[in-house]
């Protein structure tokens, strides 16, 4: 069993930064992606950061975040982060860490699908 734990969301000033960590926890094999979804009130889940590949080198971002917000991953301690900075309003979801997984099953190696409980991150003056 694998399991999904962010912390660092909060209340920010616009023009601010915050950091969004999330660590995998459990007997897994091998991260194939790993990265952060959200959900804004009344809107649907979407994309903000991504990665893939070896020790997640390629990354993926939302249109809306490109030059503010940073996704790194660390495969040796199953993480990943996501600094953001000139935050704004809009930037107010709950962020959800998300990752698949490769891990041990009775039938062998399986990729299984993560996600996170949520982090709630406010934009405000």
């Known amino acids: 069993q694998v399991e999904l734990v962010e912390s660092g969301g909060g209340l920010v000033q616009p023009g601010g930064s915050l950091r969004l960590s999330c660590a995998a926890s459990?007997?897994?094999?091998?991260?194939?992606?790993m990265g952060w979804y959200r959900q804004a009130p009344g809107k649907e889940r979407e994309l903000v950061a991504s990665?893939?590949?070896?020790?997640?080198?390629?990354?993926t971002y939302a249109d809306s975040v490109k030059g503010r917000f940073t996704i790194s991953r660390d495969d040796a301690e199953s993480s990943v982060s996501l600094q953001m900075d000139s935050l704004k309003p809009e930037d107010t979801a709950v962020y959800y860490c998300?990752?698949?997984?490769?891990?041990?099953?009775?039938?062998?190696?399986?990729?299984?699908?993560?996600w996170g409980q949520g982090t709630r991150v406010t934009v405000s003056s």
């Open positions: 459990g007997r897994l094999l091998r991260i194939e992606t």
């Open positions: 998300n990752a698949e997984i490769f891990i041990w099953t009775t039938k062998g190696p399986d990729m299984a699908h993560y």
């Open positions: 990665t893939a590949g070896y020790m997640g080198t390629r990354t």
